[in-house]
């Protein structure tokens, strides 16, 4: 079975890909086209097309004038700016901008207005955590492909057939818990953080 080897072979580069604590972001002020570049060098991994961008100009421009991104000083995007990206790079995928917004405007406050508050020890502490969650999440995608092939198993289809059921049935179920884990981000967003400005709805996603 082909595709189980494929994504084993997935699920092993997630476990094993490369993190960007902070001490790999440049401890300089970057530009516009320095900053994609290094989105593009550094998160790359998890692109679905090769061609795909990690983050455009005008994606960026969107999210200053969207109030989810500070505003660059003179041009050049600090580290804090950068981590903010790497927050919004991964949330784009699954949140609308405005619950984005949302979610980073008490971060984005603090970092404004709380002198002690350290966004990078904040942000290389989720790492950690991040690290052990993916090994977490391959054991449960692993309990998944197991239940999605075994609901098959007495089937009277086989062969290609079969096959397609199984890997239909897997999609099926990761596509539910993605479903899901959506669901319960949006509602907590919903009751616990408030909307500070009002960013046009998917603008420059």
Known sequence: MNYLTYMKKLLNQLENMDHVY?????????????????????????????????????????????????????KKYSPDHMIMLIFIYYSKHVLSITDIQKLLSPIKDMLENNSDFSLEEFYDKLLNVQKDEFKLFKQHIEN?????????????IEGKDKDMLELFNIIYLLTLQATAQKHLAEKLIDRYFKQSSDPKENKGK
Request: charged fraction near 30%; charge should be negative.
């Open 144 to 156: 998944t492909i197991e239940v999605a092939v075994n609901t098959f198993k007495d089937s009277d």
């Open 22 to 74: 902070s001490k790999d972001i440049p401890n300089i002020s970057l530009y516009m086209d320095q900053v994609t570049t290094f989105m593009d060098d550094n998160l790359g991994s998890l692109k679905r097309r090769d061609e795909d961008k990690i983050l455009t100009k005008t994606m960026i421009n969107n999210y200053s004038k969207n109030h989810i991104l500070p505003p660059p000083i003179k």
